[in-house]
Each structure stands twice: as C-alpha cells, then as structure tokens.
C-alpha cells in the first residue's frame, strides 16, 4: 500500500486546511484509516481515524473532521479554528486488522505517508 499526503502549509490562527491522502490497493474501504502528527523531539501522535465511526483526539474534537470517500481511495483531513499548537508535521496510515483499542499507537499502523507540513502562525 502506497500513501501520498497533500495539502499542508502556513495558516494564520483560527484559518483553515484540509489534509488529502490517497491510497493505492484494492481493498481500501475495509482499511482503518488515521492520521497522526509529529513535532521534532516528540513521538507522532494520534489525530484521528476512521473506519465504520470516527475517533478523534481530545484536542481536536469540534475543529477537526475526518473523511473518506472509497470510491478515490482517498481520507481527508478538514482542519478547522488552528492553532499554534496543531503545527506539525501529519502522516497518514493505513491500519489493516487493527482494533480499536490501539489506535492511538502509532507502531500499530502498517503503512504511512511521507507527512505534509502544516505550520500555523500566532
């Protein structure tokens, strides 16, 4: 399974951004698919992910949503109200098998995107 984010850049506070990842492999809808984050220093972090429902970090809930339409093998990641903090480097990953219990580890997740920066100035 191939990733390729897109979609990141610079935002002012409160701005917007929505994060693409498509997906190559016949078997996209029955994925869990998830997006994490990463700042230099610190372990990638869980965002969200979606399968039959949704999950979302406690952060994020009410700014962020995550999507996926099957037929474009393709999540996204609408990012609503940034802020500083939401700086970061996401990943998309593809979650095969994989119980809800552990989506928040990211060593869990089978495959990744290259990442895309979004940086969003104060």
């Known amino acids: 399974v191939q990733l390729q984010a897109s979609g990141g850049g610079l935002v002012q506070t409160g701005g917007s951004l929505r994060l693409s990842c498509a997906a190559s492999?016949?078997?996209?809808?029955?994925?869990?698919m998830g997006w994490f984050r990463q700042v230099p220093g610190k372990e990638r972090e869980f965002v969200a992910s979606?399968?039959?429902?949704?999950v979302y970090r406690d952060s994020v809930k009410g700014r962020f949503t995550i999507t996926r339409d099957n037929a474009k093998n393709t999540v996204y990641l609408q990012m609503n109200s940034l802020k500083p903090e939401d700086t970061a480097v996401y990943y998309c990953?593809?979650?095969?098998?994989?119980?809800?219990?552990?989506?928040?580890?990211?060593?869990?997740?089978?495959?990744w995107g290259q990442g895309t920066q979004v940086t969003v100035s104060s």
């Open positions: 990953a593809v979650g095969m098998g994989l119980y809800s219990d552990y989506y928040s580890d990211y060593r869990r997740w089978n495959y």
């Open positions: 979606i399968s039959r429902s949704t």
């Open positions: 492999g016949r078997f996209f809808s029955s994925y869990v």
